[in-house]
């Protein structure tokens, strides 16, 4: 007999154990913690525990995600081995997707992390070594995944389109922001030159599962792909900076720089790097403006400028 459920989450999947008898496992019961990642990265998600006691999450995505997600779940299954990554399951049948009821789901174990305070993390050195650490060593691995079956879409592109966008509907955001996007656009070519390697493309400390001094997990790869090699880099040092006025000094960014560039590979391309990092803000900025979040696009703003400061840029 299945054992009855009781947990509100249990209303959004009523055939859990349906769905969970592909991969050969049971439910013991739907715990109510909340869960880790972007809830926009799938339709519905649950975490539950087995009668054994190990802890996973079951989301259901839509039939538009199926094909990249059976592609981004290869690349971690690849990469599972050596690196601390949030992996798919496989079900019986050896696929990373499971069709039940026309609706389509994926499995992951529970990563188990400590927290990470937002307001002060910034402060600590090894937080930025395992980060540039992991970056490294991605870059390594990521030479023996197959290669993506569609093109990552061309940052100079996307900020093209954007400013596009911005010219018709906020003109005066585009007139505010444009000697940095005159810096930038002066320098596209270099994004085309530089050696591609496999990316995260959402690389920033939101998205990793933080153990004792070290990374436990790293989550939520929906922009993984192939790209320059310092876009994770640059997009989780923008990020790191714009945690308070102290951060881009702070010890994290600076451990973060120092491990980063004794990497030969990325010293080579370090004068690039702020390029790179004030590039990456403009999908920041068109993250905001979809989210209609104008506290964000005020701050996006004034933070271009900022970073070109800081990296004393003549603008």
């Known amino acids: 007999m299945i054992p009855p459920i009781f947990s509100v989450e249990a209303a959004v999947f009523p055939h859990i154990h349906e769905i969970l008898s592909s991969y050969d496992k049971g439910v013991e019961k739907i715990l109510p913690s909340p869960l880790y990642g972007s809830p926009e990265r799938s339709r519905a998600r649950c975490l539950f525990e087995t009668p054994r006691g190990s802890r996973y999450i079951l989301e259901e995505i839509s039939p538009e995600q199926v094909q990249p997600r059976k592609e981004i779940s290869q690349w971690l299954f690849l ?10 399951e496989q079900n019986r049948d050896g696929d990373f997707v499971t069709c039940h009821g026309n609706k389509y789901y994926q499995l992951q174990p529970y990563i188990r992390a400590h927290g990470c305070n937002q307001a002060t993390y910034f402060h600590d050195a090894w937080r930025g070594e395992s980060m540039a650490e992991y970056c490294i060593f991605l870059k390594k691995e990521g030479t023996k ?78 922009f993984s792909g192939f790209d320059f090699i310092l876009y994770d880099a640059a997009l989780a040092f923008g990020c790191i900076a714009s945690e308070g006025p102290d951060a881009a000094g702070g010890a994290t960014a600076d451990a973060f720089c120092r491990t980063l560039f004794s990497d030969p590979a990325y010293k080579k391309y370090a004068d690039y790097f702020p390029l790179a990092v004030i590039a990456l803000r403009f999908p920041w900025l068109s993250e905001w403006l979809r989210k209609e979040d104008e506290e964000m696009v005020e701050f996006e703003g004034e933070y271009l400028y900022f970073l070109a400061d800081y990296f004393k840029i003549s603008l």
Do not use: M
């Open 145 to 222: 995944l197959p290669k993506a079956s569609a093109n990552r879409r061309f940052l100079p592109e996307y900020i093209e389109n954007l400013c596009k966008t911005l010219a018709v509907h906020r003109p005066q955001l585009l007139r505010d922001i444009t000697p940095v996007y005159r810096f930038v656009a002066r320098q596209y070519d270099i994004f085309s030159q530089l050696p591609q390697v496999f990316c995260h493309g959402d690389f920033h400390p939101a998205n990793i599962l933080w153990g004792k001094r070290t990374i436990a997990g790293v989550i939520d790869w929906e």
């Open 79 to 88: 990469l599972k081995n050596s690196l601390p990554v949030a992996a798919y």
